[in-house]
């Protein structure tokens, strides 16, 4: 935007010397050659600072890209402390697991698929093996970095579906499912609307056809809860669901997980502004009102309508409002995130209540606070948006067409997400089997998966 404004400047400086020469045809001609060459230089310094890295803006995202990669382990923790204890090491076997095999295949061939040039469906292949990504500027942060920090939000999204089969599916069909669903959902939702080249218009052109989503409302949250409600489906119930189901066998390591997770959020919504400036800062700011907003309204809904709130439901909701405000922050002010983080906390505890009544079991709720908490702010982007802080109205600033491009971006990523994830599931299930036996589920998969137990007690 400040390269924007001294085009600009320079355009009107330029017009002005123009002006200056109208007493004659031969002066008007003399400034009418200048002020188009002072624009040349101009568009010529603006084209160079675009290029060049800016030692700030590096800084702030090396920090931000650590970040976010802590947010995978603040999710193992946070997952782990909800489950039975006979398969918190599983869950946190599963998580570091994906920071392992998804960075690897991120290198590979992922973000070639999904940052590549190439228009449409995917990016190509020309960023095989980091090809091409190197120390070169992206925008002013070296591209090495973009495709770093990039690589960690393809950590944390199959992480996130853990959650929804969490204590019922196979390792090894995990890490399967896990690799097909980044390669085949992740990359191509992400492409499209993040990494499409600037000038396609093709079916797949949901960021370049103006779709807000700026940390992966739709490309993380969304994209992944709808493939964890179909594992839930695919697999069925957990043995004894629920009746049978004991509590969160340590709630202290969620709450530790869920605080590690509001720290990375940071990293994860303010870092995707990608320079160290005022968007970066105001997206900070509102993903904590939003966070505070949501966890509030979720501890007051429990205390009126149960007579006490619980540490359980604060945390949940806080997540459910990091959730609401991820593609939002770039775009909203603190009323907004108010808003935001308020209708995600009731959104999210309204479908967490009613999962046992439409009879699926998502084990920790991925679809109501992932899947609910994303699409609410998804669709409240395009209502709370002011113009002044992300370039883009909505719909309380007259621009009501904002939300239908909204609703398209989350029906894109439901439907394709939902049939392509639903498929690999079932493919993966004819080849390895996706749950495990009876026996090893009643054991519990610490044992039955790695042989080892989270806790050993000593007389």
């Known amino acids: 935007m400040k390269q924007t404004k001294k085009l600009i400047m320079m355009l009107m400086i330029c017009i002005g010397c123009s002006a200056l020469f109208g007493s004659t ?15 040349a230089e101009a568009v ?36 782990g402390g909800l489950v039975r204890r006979k398969n918190v090491l599983s869950v946190l076997m599963q998580c570091f697991m994906c920071m392992c095999v998804m960075t690897v295949l991120w290198v590979v061939i992922g973000y070639s698929l999904a940052f590549g040039s190439q228009p449409g469906f995917w990016g190509g292949f020309e960023h095989m093996m980091f090809n091409g990504v190197g120390l070169e500027a992206n925008g002013t942060i070296p591209h090495v970095l973009f495709a770093a920090f990039q690589g960690m939000f393809a950590i944390i999204t199959p992480a996130l579906i853990i959650g929804a089969f969490a204590e019922r599916m196979k390792f090894s069909a995990f890490l399967f499912f896990s690799i097909l669903w980044l390669l085949f959902v992740y990359c191509p939702v992400c492409h499209w609307v993040w990494g499409q080249p600037g000038d396609y218009e093709g079916f797949f052109a949901l960021g370049n056809d103006g779709a807000l989503d700026f940390a992966g409302g739709t490309v993380v949250h969304i994209n992944a809860a709808v493939a964890a409600l179909m594992a839930a489906f695919v697999l069925g119930k957990r043995a004894g669901y629920p009746s049978k189901i004991s509590p969160p066998h340590n709630l202290p390591f969620a709450v530790l997980g869920a605080g590690l997770l509001w720290f990375g959020w940071f990293g994860f919504n303010a870092g995707s502004e990608l320079a160290a ?6 997206a900070l700011l509102v993903t904590h009102v939003a966070a505070s907003a949501a966890g509030v309204t979720w501890a007051l809904i429990e205390w ?7 540490v359980l439901g604060i945390i949940t909701g806080a997540v459910a409002g990091l959730v ?13 995130a108010l808003a935001i983080g308020a209708g995600a906390g009731i959104l999210a505890f309204v479908f967490v209540a009613l999962k046992e009544k439409l009879g699926y079991d998502d084990s920790l709720d991925v679809w109501g606070v992932h899947g609910i908490a ?7 982007t395009g209502i709370f948006a002011i113009e002044a802080i992300g370039g883009t109205a909505g719909v309380l600033e007259g621009n009501g067409g904002q939300l239908l491009i909204q609703c398209k971006a989350v029906l894109y990523t439901l439907i394709y997400s939902g049939i392509v994830s639903f498929v690999l599931l079932k493919a993966v299930d004819l080849v390895v ?20 137990a989270a806790y050993t007690l000593v007389d």
Not at 305 to 310: C, D, V
């Open 277 to 282: 400036d005022a968007v970066a800062a105001n």
């Open 374 to 380: 994303g699409i609410w702010g998804a669709l409240a």
């Open 433 to 452: 089997g996706l749950r495990i036996a009876e026996q090893a589920e009643r054991v519990g998969l610490d044992l039955s998966d790695h042989a080892e």
């Open 324 to 336: 609401g405000i991820t593609p939002a922050c770039g775009f909203v002010n603190s009323s907004g």
């Open 25 to 39: 045809a031969m002066a008007q001609e003399v400034g009418v050659v200048e002020a188009v060459e002072a624009v």
């Open 44 to 79: 010529a310094e603006v084209t160079e600072a675009a290029d060049e890295i800016n030692a700030a803006d590096t800084a702030w995202m090396l920090i931000a890209t650590a970040l976010v990669l802590l947010m995978t382990p603040g999710l193992a923790f946070f997952y």
């Open 304 to 310: 009126i309508k149960r007579g006490k709130p619980t």
